[in-house]
């Protein structure tokens, strides 16, 4: 194959004209991914303004900043719109829309139609969320986990619009999830066999898979629970005989999967970013493709790990138990080939590698956390506590936002041509890694000392670690600055990618950047070998070798 | 089918995009993929089913653990749902002839099964209106009444669905060429997604009124 | 360099696990523990804690030792060497953590156990059981598991800790029992024997207590950090919970489960009183005529 070079497009300019076209229809994956990206973007500026409000309001232990039921509508705005909005749109649809095509060799995904709805139902059930706050009543404020009965004693319109709105963006993620699936095991150019795909395709069949078998569970439990609001039945309901636990059930067997629709493409994403800038091919990518089903398989079955406290029966938990911390081995399996990965590289230690080392360090700390809650006994005393928030923060934000940060700095000269700055770049890593550990370490202290989540005010004894925590997340406000500008500018500032600044044997830079409306010009090349870097053992000298004939030479 | 010049590719010319169009733009190259659509619809069809399976744990656990009030009632009639059953799966054969008739080139006769397939399922809904106008319980008396009527009730909504699609699908079979031993995606779809509502309704008779 | 690297490796791996065992044992992040069960829970953090500190110092090792000696120098444009895999690597590292997890999961079982959690209720794996042996002997204390809880056969305990031998139940006397009601915002104990309401719960170090629990309109959770130990309080569900308070003092109660705009302040305070300190309370409470005394009823407290 050849790659095609820049000037071969300039002439004819097949990219559609103008930034009009991110705010239409498009059916191109690749602006469809776009439009993902920059709208999970908005939506993350906004749930971190929502969590400001939140280390506002607990700077100091008596409730003062904001109202208690208005603190109770934050903390659930918060949630749903970081999970819902910001890490599901953008680790799913945005990497997936722009990449996934280019991964199997195709021109677009198999339903470009369907793919488009389903960015395009983000926006109104955005709006829709955080309208609610401002009608009477306000917003949700039954947490994102909206348990009944409180989920039906609190105001019913601001409710009834959060389950909408949830129902809008399950949908949104089910026609994404059908799209992926469909697009990896049918639209993979001939020649190209499955075990020959990148390990983001993988990630994303596993989490696709999660998501068409799950989501719909929680789509149709919201509905009873608008039911139970809207028509007086009494699904959830125990004082017309209704039974809350099934909600619990149902609720997690869900969003326990979610987490891992949260994390599972983010691993893929680190799995690209990795070997490309160590120089190395990915370790045992045979066993990766396997943890990550290991990973789906284990994921359906461990959600009862969220209810140790909800009087299930022994059996119930000693199973869930056991099952959860076993998810340890396929994760653990990802992490030691990450390590082996590095080792031995040559590894450049940029922006985006800061970003993907910093995720498996917080990760790792995240998932022993995650181990231990697993354990009933530990878990009975930590749950429902700012235990597990710390937990879950540095899985969420220390995991998978990191990796969005370290994408975007991977992906940006793919998507404009143009680099990020990288001392713009450290300044970044610094600041967010400084306040992330600041603001979500502490929480574990705090819980295990007797902290419950979802407070607005606290015991005094509290206020020093809090107000660390708080100091910690306006340092991770402040480092969104950097980013910001250095986004913005390099837009148009920024130095001059060329087509493959990294050098990388993935497919979607075997094509000039930002690739054509077709993403190739002829033939889509055929890439069985997406991580065939590095020299083999002893046949050259390493200092010497220089990775551009390394790469011509993996080019066949 | 032109394959794509750079004029159409333009914001305009990427909403006039189909699917069809960028598929076949492929085949030009070589390397054009099967169409998928049916399996598409089958994954979708999967998720479906698992919102009934998450009402059908719902459901089975209620009856594990909740008791129904001394007081309350919940009984069902046996006769009237059987024959509901059996009109549905005689329905699914009667729209297997149609799929047949239509690969058969007898555009006639596939649109002749699909109106009795139509009709057997406007009778099962039917059916189920009058069930439901002689139930001794209302929605919100108890927890299997309510159970009761969200599982049916959501069928119905599918049962409902799929006769909209069926007549759809008869209309556009008298369209030259739209639907054809050639081009049958229309009523394969219909067809696949028909025997699913049938399929998920044998599950439903089998824990709703046989359990 | 002289020393083979499989010895430093070893020696490595045994400075880090006697790290790991050493902060384990020495860094204390609980508070007081002040239940039978709450040392047994302690010994249980700590060995998480050990083979936490253990991974985690190990990985990140890892990392920033590849990060600093694998780093790319100025002027370097070659490749790392291309190693694609390792079979017998990648069994070993699916090994330890499958070995680590089985280990902690067991042990984690052993002290859930000894805390009084595997004891079947009256919840519905216990249920068949349970009704077909009040089938057989139609009388209340036919099964072992109403044995356990004396749970009289009409009332349905769904969930939570019951006794368990740990707390030596014969041993310690027969358990005391307080109704506890949660509502939006307040804990109510009610003590049957003295037929009295208090917004606080005292009970007697040493005894083994058994609180049945109710929730009047949403869930709540009772929580004493002290204690380790806590309880979804679920409307609809009977919950018992059953402990053994060790350490007189006072602890407070926590309500960890959102119920409403005022759940941060649903909270309340646990004396655990000296055995004679508490038989004095409950003759001070227990008033003749009056039957509430609320010493902090009042919800928003
Ligand atoms: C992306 C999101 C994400 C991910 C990936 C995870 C991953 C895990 N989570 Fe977490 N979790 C959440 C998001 C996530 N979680 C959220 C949002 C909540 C709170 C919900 C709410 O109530 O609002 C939560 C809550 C939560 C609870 C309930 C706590 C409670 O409410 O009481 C539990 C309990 O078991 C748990 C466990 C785990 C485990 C075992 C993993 C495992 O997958 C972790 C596995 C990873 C590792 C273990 C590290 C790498 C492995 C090795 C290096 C190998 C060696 C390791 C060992 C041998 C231990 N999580
Ligand atoms: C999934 C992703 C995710 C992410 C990324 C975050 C990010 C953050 N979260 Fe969040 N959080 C959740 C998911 C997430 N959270 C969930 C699911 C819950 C549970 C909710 C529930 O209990 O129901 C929760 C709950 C939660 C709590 C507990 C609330 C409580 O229980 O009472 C806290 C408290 O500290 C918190 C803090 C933070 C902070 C400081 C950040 C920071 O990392 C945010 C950093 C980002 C910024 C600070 C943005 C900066 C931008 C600006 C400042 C621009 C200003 C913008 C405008 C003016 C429009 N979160
Ligand atoms: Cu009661 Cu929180
Ligand atoms: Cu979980």
């Known amino acids: 194959m050849t790659v095609a070079s820049p000037t071969d497009f300039e002439a004819g300019s097949l990219q559609p004209e103008g930034w009009l076209r991110y705010f239409s229809f498009s059916l191109d994956h690749k602006v469809i991914g776009l439009q993902y990206l920059v709208t999970g973007f908005v939506f993350y500026l906004i749930g971190g303004a929502l969590a400001g409000v939140i280390r506002t309001e607990l700077a100091s232990p008596i409730s003062d900043f904001v109202s208690r039921d208005v603190y109770n509508q934050i903390l659930t705005l918060h949630g749903t719109v970081m999970i819902f909005l910001w890490i599901v749109p953008v680790v799913n649809g945005a990497f997936g829309n722009y990449l996934i095509p280019f991964y199997v060799g195709a021109r677009d995904m198999a339903f470009p139609r369907l793919n488009a709805v389903a960015f395009w139902l983000i926006p109104p059930a955005g709006i829709l969320l955080i309208g609610s706050y401002f009608i009477s009543g306000g917003a949700a404020q039954s947490g994102w986990t909206a348990y009944p009965p409180l989920s039906l004693t609190t105001p019913a319109l601001g409710q009834v619009l959060w389950i909408l709105s949830v129902l809008l963006l399950g949908g949104s993620s089910i026609f994404g999830g059908i799209n992926f699936i469909a697009t990896i095991l049918k639209l993979r150019r001939p020649g190209l066999k499955l075990m020959h795909l990148p390990m983001y395709c993988w990630a994303m069949l596993g989490t696709s898979l999660l998501v068409v078998l799950s989501t719909p569970v929680l789509a149709g439990t919201l509905i009873l629970l608008s039911f139970d609001i809207v028509a007086h039945t009494g699904f959830f309901n125990p004082s017309l005989g209704g039974n809350v636990v099934v909600y619990q059930h149902l609720f997690w067997f869900y969003s326990h999967p979610a ?12 799995s690209e970013i990795l070997p490309v800038h160590a120089r190395k091919p990915l370790f045992g990518y045979t066993t990766m493709v396997y943890s990550i089903m290991g990973i789906v398989v284990l994921g359906l079955i461990v959600w009862a790990h969220h209810m140790f406290t909800s009087g299930t029966p022994p059996w119930m938990r000693l199973f869930f138990t056991i099952a959860t911390s076993f998810i340890a081995v396929p994760t653990g399996i990802k992490f030691f080939n990450w390590l082996a990965t590095l080792w031995g590289g040559r590894i450049a230690l940029n922006s985006a590698m800061l970003f993907s080392c910093a995720f498996i360090v917080n990760f790792v700390f995240g998932g022993i956390t995650g181990i231990a809650l697993a354990q009933v006994p530990f878990d009975i005393h930590v749950h429902d506590t700012y235990f597990v928030v710390g937990h879950f923060h540095y899985i969420v934000y220390g995991g998978t936002v990191f990796v969005i940060f370290s994408a975007l700095y991977h992906w940006y000269p793919k998507f404009t041509g143009r680099l990020l700055n990288e001392d ?17 370490a502490p929480q574990h202290w705090l819980g295990l000392n007797g902290m419950p989540r979802r407070v607005a005010e606290y015991d005094p004894a509290f206020t020093t670690w809090n107000q660390v925590s708080s100091v910690g997340a306006l340092l991770m406000a402040i480092s969104t600055l950097p980013l910001l500008i250095n986004v913005i500018l390099s837009a148009y500032r920024g130095q001059p990618a060329g087509d493959n600044p990294w050098r990388a044997l993935t497919p979607e830079w075997l094509t000039s950047s930002p690739p054509p409306v077709e993403n190739w ?34 080019q066949r | 089918m032109t394959s794509l010049t750079p004029e159409t590719s333009t914001a305009a010319g990427a909403m006039a995009l189909s699917a069809h169009q960028l598929d076949s733009h492929g085949a030009e190259h070589g390397e054009g993929h099967a169409d998928v659509r049916l399996f598409g619809l089958a994954t979708f069809l999967i998720a479906d089913g698992m919102t009934f399976a998450g009402f059908f744990a719902a459901y089975l656990t209620f009856r594990a653990v909740n008791p129904l009030p001394a007081d309350a009632t919940y009984e069902l009639e046996l006769l009237l749902p059987t024959i509901n059953t059996v009109l549905l799966l005689v329905s699914s054969v009667t729209f297997h002839r149609a799929g047949r008739r239509l690969m058969g080139g007898d555009g006639e006769g596939a649109r002749l099964w699909l109106l009795v397939t ?94 | 360099m002289t020393i083979p690297s499989p010895l430093i490796t070893l020696l490595l791996g045994m400075g880090l696990v ?38 985690f110092l190990g990985i990140v090792g890892l990392l920033v030792y590849s990060l600093v000696r694998f780093r790319r120098r100025a002027g370097e444009l070659g490749d790392g060497v291309a190693i694609e895999g390792n079979l017998p690597l990648e069994i070993v590292w699916t090994a330890i953590p499958a070995i680590v997890v089985l280990f902690v999961g067991i042990y984690s079982y052993d002290i859930y156990e000894r805390m009084g959690g595997m004891v079947p209720l009256h919840d519905h794996s216990a249920m068949h059981a349970a009704a077909m042996a009040a089938a057989d002997a139609s009388t209340g204390d036919a099964g072992p ?8 056969s009409d009332e349905r305990i769904w969930g939570g800790i019951a006794n368990a031998g740990m707390d030596a139940g014969a041993a310690l006397g027969p358990p005391l029992s307080v109704d506890v009601t949660a509502m939006q915002f307040a804990f109510l104990f009610h003590y049957p024997d003295g037929d009295f309401i208090s917004g606080e719960l005292h009970v007697p170090a040493g005894r083994p207590v058994e609180l049945r629990m109710k929730a009047n309109d949403v869930i709540h959770a009772f929580w004493v950090p002290q204690f380790r130990l806590k309880q979804d309080v679920i409307p609809g569900q009977p919950t018992l919970l059953s402990f053994t308070a060790t350490r007189p003092g006072s602890y407070p109660i926590v309500c960890a489960e959102l119920c409403g705009p005022y ?32 010493s902090r009823a009042t919800p928003f407290a």
């Open chain 3, 263 to 294: 759940h941060g302040g649903m909270r309340s305070t646990v004396v655990v009183h000296e055995d004679d300190d508490f038989e004095a309370w409950l003759t001070k409470n227990r008033p003749a005529p009056v039957t509430v005394s609320a």
């Open chain 1, 521 to 554: 010009v002829g033939e889509a090349p055929l890439v069985t070998h997406p991580y065939g870097y590095g020299t083999p053992e002893g046949q050259l000298d390493l200092a010497a070798a220089s990775g551009s004939e390394l790469w011509q030479a993996s």
């Open chain 3, 145 to 152: 598991a109403l044995a356990v809880v004396n749970a009289p």
């Open chain 3, 18 to 55: 006697l790290a790991g065992l050493w902060i384990g044992q020495n860094v204390s992040l609980l508070p007081v523990d002040a239940s039978v069960n709450a040392p047994v829970y302690d010994d249980l953090f700590r060995v998480l804690f050990s083979i936490g500190s253990i991974l």
């Open chain 1, 259 to 270: 987490v891992y629709i949260m994390v599972l493409p983010a691993f893929g994403l680190v």
């Open chain 1, 424 to 440: 713009l770049g450290r300044l970044h890593f610094l600041l967010t890694f400084l306040g992330f550990n600041l603001c979500f």
């Open chain 2, 118 to 211: 139509g009709a057997l399922g406007a009778a099962f809904l039917a059916g189920q209106m009058v069930e439901y106008f002689h139930l001794p319980f209302g929605l919100t008396d108890n927890l299997y009444a309510s159970t009761f009527y969200a599982l049916t009730g959501f069928h119905g909504l599918h049962v409902t669905l799929g006769v909209i699609c069926i007549l759809i699908v008869w209309w556009q079979s008298r369209q030259a060429g739209r639907i054809s031993a050639a081009n049958p995606f229309g009523l394969e779809a219909a067809e696949l997604y028909w025997h699913f509502v049938d399929g998920i309704w044998v599950v439903l008779y089998g824990l709703l009124y046989l359990l």
